[in-house]
């Protein structure tokens, strides 16, 4: 077999012992990882300072060497992390529903884990830990599989978490990762892994993600790309909208949930653009601009030679940039439309004072996650007290919206009788 189906097969064999054991044994790896990683901070930032000098020698953008950069704080991050996944309930052997039958047999539906899972993903060696502490939170043995920009970032953190599962007594081939291959063939024989992957989860941009969906022969959660709207209704309070713009958009531009789309109706763009355009502009992004948006800059000729005319692929692109389009809407039922049809399904707001409006935007807005008066910027397992996340899914089968441990379950029926037969 290949690299990826021995690492698949060796996370199979060891996945029953992680399944089985008591939640006081998961918690102690889980805690033993955070120390482990918090000793091993100096030789983690050694590898990524390797990492990130062969990123800035490829051209990496910006952006995407912040995702790839580990301090001393994004390392004591990644720690305490791992000890609120330890501290959260445990997802396995909750009795969901149950009953007696009329013939004396008593059923109920437990949860459980899946098995073994698989994850592909880019450059965030951050995303290392958040899977392994969520599969040993949820009893699953996970295969990983990291972007070779973060390799050596990956690798040591992955030293540090093997090392945990053995301190706790659970076998360390719980804990796989995949070297990536220039041909990418190892990525390939994981998406065909059938038999030795319970599920994969792509996270990273969309062309990895579409290549996961389309080439795999075992399931998989699709994670999808952020391409996150804020709508400006006519009845927001400028101010407040101003300022869930500039965050939502600027705050971290190469994450998923920063917006990447700015809707307004008509009836107020001429009042509420040429500021809120100013302050993106002064905080350096490019605006992509309709018609109507350079009409409602008329006021304001010093805003109107630094927009970029928006074109069709504008209303679907996710940057991951200090870019933003910006269009005009006739009102709610519109930018709902719009929204529906252009965006991802992973987080869209409203900035309104009226509570008919929000109401409806929440209703009508088909997203994984849907924002009232509030930042898109807040879609993150973390934030939403899940501890980590393994990733945001925008599909609606299993999961949906930032996933955490009970995410990453499935269930089982227990039926129990006394010699009934049928």
């Not at 149950?98 to 884990?113: A, D, F, H, Q, Y």
């Not at 309709?290 to 805003?303: I, S, V």
């Not at 987080?347 to 929000?358: G, P």
């Not at 980590?388 to 039926?415: C, D, F, N, V, Y």
Request: charged share 25%.
């Amino acid at each position: 077999m290949s690299e990826a189906k021995d690492r698949a097969q060796l996370a199979k064999s060891a996945a029953p012992a992680l399944a089985r054991a008591p939640r006081a044994v998961r918690d102690r790896a889980l805690v033993r990882a955070a120390e482990r990683i918090r000793a091993a901070a100096p030789a983690i930032i050694a590898a990524n300072s390797r990492d990130l000098e062969r990123a800035r020698e490829a051209g990496m953008s910006v952006p995407l060497q912040d995702r790839l950069m580990l301090d001393s704080s994004r390392i004591g991050a990644i720690a305490d992390s791992l000890e609120d996944i330890a501290r959260q309930s445990d997802p396995l052997g909750r009795v969901l529903e149950g009953s007696t039958l009329e013939s004396g047999l008593r059923i109920e539906r437990v949860t459980v884990p899946l098995g073994v899972v698989a994850m592909i993903y880019e450059a965030r060696p951050n995303v290392t830990a958040d899977a392994f502490g969520l599969c040993v939170r949820s009893g699953n043995a996970c295969v990983l599989k990291g972007g070779s920009a973060a390799r050596e970032s990956c690798l040591s953190i992955v030293e540090a978490c093997r090392a945990a599962l053995v301190d706790a007594g659970l076998p360390a081939d719980a804990l796989q990762y995949v070297d990536d291959d220039a041909a990418h063939t190892q990525t390939t024989e994981l998406l065909e892994a059938t038999g030795l992957v319970d599920v994969l989860i792509p996270r990273g941009g969309a062309s990895l993600i579409r290549a996961c969906v389309e080439g795999a022969k075992v399931p998989v959660i699709e994670t999808g790309t952020g391409n996150c709207h804020v709508y400006v209704h006519e009845s927001a309070d400028f101010a407040r909208a101003r300022a869930i713009v500039m965050n939502a958009k600027t705050q971290r531009v190469g994450v998923c949930n920063a917006a990447e789309s700015l809707l307004v109706d008509r009836s107020i763009a001429a009042d509420f653009l040429p500021e809120a355009l100013s302050e993106l502009m002064g905080a350096g992004v490019t605006v992509h601009a309709d018609g109507e948006t350079r009409a409602a800059l008329a006021g304001a000729p010093e805003l109107l030679g630094s927009l970029v005319e928006a074109t069709e692929e504008d209303w679907g692109r996710e940057y991951l940039a200090l870019e933003i389009s910006c269009h005009v809407v006739s009102g709610l039922d519109e930018a709902i439309s719009h929204i529906n049809c252009y965006g991802t399904g992973h987080s869209e707001a409203i900035v309104a004072d009226s509570y008919e409006a929000c109401e409806a935007f929440l209703a009508g807005v088909d997203a994984a996650v849907v924002y009232a008066n509030a930042s898109t910027r807040f879609t993150d397992g973390g934030v939403f007290g899940l501890g980590a996340e393994i990733g945001i899914s925008t599909q609606k089968l299993h999961a949906r919206g930032p996933m955490g441990a009970s995410a990453l379950t499935t269930t089982k029926w227990l039926a129990r009788g006394d010699g009934q037969v049928r």
